[in-house]
């Protein structure tokens, strides 16, 4: 019989427990009550660099990471940068054996500066400039997606050497969700339709281009897919698409790379990817589609960013001011915002918030987390259960930050972006220093 089992009411101050599918994995109350991530206590983290910061657990990553290799072992996994590109996460990612996809000359260069192949680098976009073109060819990167016919007559002119590249196809596969992250539709900006005249010029263009070698087909179906039936439907319609090309023009494509789009949770109870499932679908997937169809098993590649690099990240925020409306909301304000977490305003995302500097075990109350911006839509997290003493000064946490906030981050308002700080074994290390005031002015230079 333990002390609980003889005074119940202890239990109720007892730290409750942070659900591992919101928050890394090594997450933890300490003896006064404070969050813990990577052994460091947030609240230490907030005094030591200042709020609003973004806090990063180095061995979630990795673990994210080797979690796909060894659910796919056969597969090539491509880390998308757009989710989070900074040097320190294309040091892990690489390390842990991915590759990097950058969509950008920008997101090129911090994947240079972090020591990344650049065969293993691919590059993609719907509007790559000539430029940005020239230098992933100058650097050697490994595959460039085409996305128009256009874009294949300014690479074939610009290419120096034979070119790998992957002509995106649009499969017609609608997943639902917000229309800002349904990518796998005919009628939209990224890639040809699959099946479609343009589709058929381009490979035919491809393939007659002497100095590109089209190895395979890309498609990207959209983001938080939980159901993983649609890539299994996404391999049935690429691997014929890839068959009739060896039909007409006689080329064999040995890659099918299935983006990413894998869901996360952002509260507890959320829906998100299952590898297991989505291993065991895409081999049946395979295996009927390439017998059908007596097309050799391409290699698969899949483009994991929110999946990696999410759950690992936690967003600090000092609480500024408690504010009670009468007959309305609660009002809690913090020293960050749309600034630093702007997908609220965008996607209409959703987000849990707790106190992490001590564990409250008094009543709560129910109430909104806003921003200091000066946008009536600057909510970070709505109706949510906060201690009902919270008072200015303390610390709130947001968990499954780590992908889109730094990257979409701005300085509106002329509120610099804020630090991004890693944490490993008890440690901390700055990845990406503040924003501040004189690095705004740098870039003005009207006066």
Known sequence: MTLLDIFPSLKS??????????????????????????????????????????????????DRCRAYRARFPEAEIIYAGKALMITGVAEWVAAEGLSVDVCSAGELAVALAAGVDPERIVLHGNGKTSEELRTAVRHGVGRIVVDSLTEITLLSALATRRQRVLLRLSPGIDVHGHPAVRTGVVDQKFGLPLGSDAAAEAVARLVGQPNLEL???????????????????????????????????????????????????YRSGDAEMNLSE?????????????????????????????????????????????????????????DGGMGDNPRVALYGARYEAVIANRHPCGPHMVATVVGRYCEAGDVLVADVRLPADLHPGEVLA???????????????????????????????????RRETVEDLLVRDIGR
């Open 13 to 62: 101050g007892m730290p409750s427990r942070l659900d591992p599918a919101v928050w890394p994995r090594n997450t933890h109350y300490d003896t006064e009550g404070r969050i813990t991530v990577g052994g460091v206590a947030l609240a230490d983290i907030a005094d030591e660099y200042g709020t609003a910061v973004y806090v990063l657990d180095e061995h979630e990553v990795r």
């Open 215 to 265: 190895v395979g087909f890309h498609c990207h179906l959209g983001s938080q897919i939980h159901n993983p039936d649609h890539y299994g439907e996404a391999i049935r319609r690429m691997v014929a698409a890839a068959a009739e090309a060896h039909r007409a023009h006689g080329v064999l494509l040995t890659e099918l790379d299935l983006g990413g789009g894998h869901a996360v949770a």
């Open 278 to 334: 989505l291993a065991d679908i895409v081999e049946d997937a395979l295996d009927a589609a390439c017998a059908r169809h007596r097309f050799p098993r391409p290699r698969i590649a899949f483009e994991p960013g929110r999946a990696i690099v999410a759950r690992a990240g936690v967003t600090l925020y000092r609480v500024l001011s408690v504010k009670h409306v009468d007959g309305g909301h609660t009002y809690v304000t913090v």
């Open 398 to 432: 947001v968990p499954c930050t780590g992908a889109y906030h730094h990257s979409l981050a701005s300085a509106y308002n002329g509120v610099g972006r804020p630090p991004v700080i890693a944490v490993r074994d008890g440690r901390t290390r700055v990845l990406v």
